[in-house]
């Protein structure tokens, strides 16, 4: 099953009072990288995190947003600094008695006074609050892994239109291949005659050459060994593993056997088989990018 590095994931849970919201987007990455934004106060989160998002995802950089809210009564409270309520009652009986103003404060204007009160977050339920992060995260990775899955099938129409393309340039290849030797032993026959002319051609001679020739033009491992890499590719399609890597590496080889042959090619049709061939390995190895 191909599955691609690209798509996005959403998960909620919630219970007395709690709420965790997890969101999920990942992109494309040679390895699994994995960025987590917690509130402070919920970093004991993130290495159990970490370990769920990598028992899932193989491949792939992750950007992970945690939300998190406590409704519950007991999850605030105020903290009056008395000390400094004191010292603004103090300060405001002088004021009062130097200026001739009314000085008193009511509670009111006390808790609106700077530094004079501070709320409190109260020590939250640790294992409440990681079995809620889990199931929200559960539920964001399956949504995240869904899209991922369903962009992969999309990749794998593709490649395997494309393997097509270069399983049919192979018996192009293959089937011209030959014709170019005869071909080749044409021409020189006919230029040897036109040159001598009336003298007899030394056939032996010719047929050495054409062997040379034969030799150093033949295709037919780099054909073999196409044909093998396509088979591997077909049968990688099929892996329920990751393949990404595995597909990247079969690519470098695909590419490796059109140079050879491209290098080999001593004709017109063949330089052009070639150059489609590396057209269409180039772009599978486009969208193998995109493969976990």
């Known amino acids: 099953m191909i599955s691609s590095m690209t ?4 998960g ?26 917690l509130p402070r106060h919920l970093v004991f989160l993130e290495d159990t995190l970490r370990r769920q998002i990598a028992g899932s995802i193989s491949r792939g950089h992750v950007d992970v947003y945690i939300n998190y809210r406590n409704t519950r009564n007991d999850s605030k409270s105020i903290l009056v600094d008395e000390a400094i309520v004191s010292q603004y009652i103090t300060a405001a009986k002088e004021i009062a008695g130097r200026y001739d103003v009314d000085g008193r404060l009511n509670a009111a204007n006390v808790l609106r006074l700077p530094d004079a009160v501070s709320v409190i977050e109260a020590e ?20 995240l892994i869904t899209m991922r899955e369903a962009e992969g099938e999309r990749l794998l129409k593709d490649l395997e239109a494309r393997v097509q393309v270069i399983c049919d340039l192979g018996v192009r290849i293959a089937e011209r291949a030959p014709l170019v030797v005869e071909e080749y032993r044409a021409k020189l026959n006919e230029r040897i005659a036109f040159v001598l002319q009336e003298v007899e051609v030394d056939r032996s001679r010719l047929a050495t050459e054409v062997a040379l ?4 033009a033949s295709v037919d491992e780099e054909i073999t060994r196409l044909n093998s890499h396509v088979t591997q590719m077909k049968n990688t ?6 393949s ?3 597909l990247d590496f079969i690519v470098q080889e ?8 491209g290098s080999k090619a001593n004709d017109t049709e063949l330089v052009n088989a070639v150059l489609l061939g590396k057209g269409e390995v180039e772009k599978i190895r486009e969208q193998v990018q995109n493969i976990e």
């Open 244 to 246: 990404g890597r595995k």
């Open 254 to 261: 695909l590419n490796r056997e059109f140079n050879t042959i």
């Open 237 to 242: 399609f099929l892996s329920k593993e990751p």
């Open 12 to 37: 909620f849970a919630g219970r007395e009072g709690r709420e965790i919201t997890v969101e999920l987007k990942s992109v494309n990455h040679r390895y699994l990288d994995i960025s987590l934004r």
């Open 213 to 216: 020739f034969a030799d150093k």
């Open 124 to 143: 939250e339920d640790r294992d409440e609050v990681l079995l809620l992060a889990q199931n929200a995260m559960e539920a964001a990775l399956k949504e």
């Open 7 to 10: 798509g996005y994931g959403r």
